[in-house]
């Protein structure tokens, strides 16, 4: 493995859901009372957990392949790798988006790589990959 990162909900995010959560628990407390609104407690909490977990984006590379989440690509199909700071990110995912691209972004990161796939089999132009460290991602995938 010459890269690995995790990229994952960040704390104010997932408060900010935890809060409106229990708004929702205390509507239930105050309509039906402490059993119900201890059993959606639970399950709001581990519902909670289960949406961390699944938002979470893995980006690994190894001596032959990009895996980003469950897509991957064999680095010989890698053509130009280029670094995004915010500015052109947000560009690149809005306006300038091409809609054969394959987007592994999330909105609470605002750098990333764009990685141009050189398949003449495969119909996608590029990768728009979010990153939070996207000088040494990019740097990683140019030594190929």
């Not at 997932?14 to 039906?32: D, E, G, M």
């Not at 402490?34 to 699944?54: D, H, K, P, W």
């Not at 495969?122 to 460290?133: R, V």
Request: proline letters at 2%; zero cysteines.
């Amino acid at each position: 493995m010459r890269y690995r990162e995790v990229i994952r909900m960040p704390l104010w995010l997932l408060a900010l859901i935890y809060f409106f959560f229990l708004s929702f628990v205390l509507s239930v407390w105050a309509a039906l009372g402490n059993s119900a609104a201890l059993v959606t407690f639970l399950a709001l909490s581990a519902l909670l957990v289960l949406i961390s977990i699944r938002t979470r984006l893995i980006i690994q590379v190894d001596h032959s392949e990009l895996m980003v989440g469950k897509a991957h690509i064999e680095l010989k199909y890698i053509g130009q790798v280029t670094q995004l700071d915010s500015a052109a990110m947000k560009a690149i995912r809005s306006r300038d988006a091409n809609p054969m691209a394959f987007l592994a972004f999330r909105f609470w990161s605002s750098t990333g790589v764009k990685v141009e796939v050189i398949d003449d089999r495969d119909e996608t132009p590029y990768w728009l990959i979010t990153s939070n460290k996207a000088n040494q991602l990019a740097k990683v995938l140019r030594e190929n």
